[in-house]
């Protein structure tokens, strides 16, 4: 299995324009998680969904922020309008949903909001 | 709620010292126990993992044990290497799949 695939690794772009993050879990994995990482929070939580439906948000810091699954296979967070506050590196990552529970993240996307 | 407290970093060890961090959790429920290691420029990868009281987990010469009475979870290793420098994660997971990470620790080994 090729793991969680995130893309874009790297991204750059100006204060107020849209970002959308990519994600493919793992092939069978029903839950899917995605948090973001900086220096001063360190490793936060923003969404996770089960079976495609999301299940907590709370993580998520504002309207700003949206994320979809669409399928078992992909999912989308995005921001608009984007924000320096925005830069950080966000995580996908899938697990099964039972049983031992092992979370398996992608490599992150890298933001960088001018 | 459901918490996971680590030892703050950061550490920094010499080569073939002995590594301990710390990690105490919330006792709610039975939740199962991680250790997940963060190399520069990587996402986390899981370094090992316990699912019940007084299981131990271990790989590349890092344990942890499951301590119910004492609701922690330290990490340890014998002897340290230089490739060992990493973020470590403690981390907890509750029966709702719901992950619960620490603040992470930052280990740097000098040769």
């Known amino acids: 299995d090729a793991g969680v695939i995130q893309s874009p690794r790297h991204e750059v772009t100006e204060m107020g324009q849209e970002v959308t993050l990519r994600c493919k879990p793992i092939s069978g994995h029903n839950s899917l998680f995605w948090y973001r990482q900086t220096m001063m929070r360190g490793l936060e939580l923003l969404i996770y969904f089960n079976n495609n439906v999301p299940i907590d948000d709370s993580g998520m810091p504002e309207d700003r922020f949206s994320a979809k699954m669409p399928n078992a296979s992909f999912s989308t967070l995005k921001i608009q309008p984007s924000e320096p506050r925005d830069s950080a590196v966000y995580f996908c990552?899938?697990?099964?949903?039972?049983?031992?529970?092992?979370?398996?993240f992608g490599a992150g996307s890298r933001l960088t909001v001018l | 709620g459901d918490s996971v407290t680590q030892m703050e970093g950061p550490v920094t060890l010499s080569e073939e010292a002995f590594l301990t961090i710390n990690c105490t959790y919330t006792a709610t429920g039975y939740p199962s126990l991680f250790w997940y290691v963060q190399y520069p420029g990587e996402g986390l990868q899981l370094l090992l993992k316990?699912?019940?009281?007084?299981d131990k987990g271990s790989n590349k010469g890092f344990e942890a044990t499951y301590r119910k009475e004492t609701t922690s979870f330290h990490l340890e290793k014998g002897s340290v290497q230089v490739s060992d420098s990493a973020v470590y994660f403690c981390?907890?997971?509750?029966?709702?799949?719901?992950?619960?990470f620490g603040t992470g620790t930052s280990l740097t080994v000098i040769p």
């Open positions: 981390a907890r997971a509750n029966t709702g799949n719901q992950f619960y």
């Open positions: 990552a899938s697990s099964l949903s039972s049983g031992a529970n092992v979370l398996t």
């Open positions: 316990a699912t019940k009281a007084d």
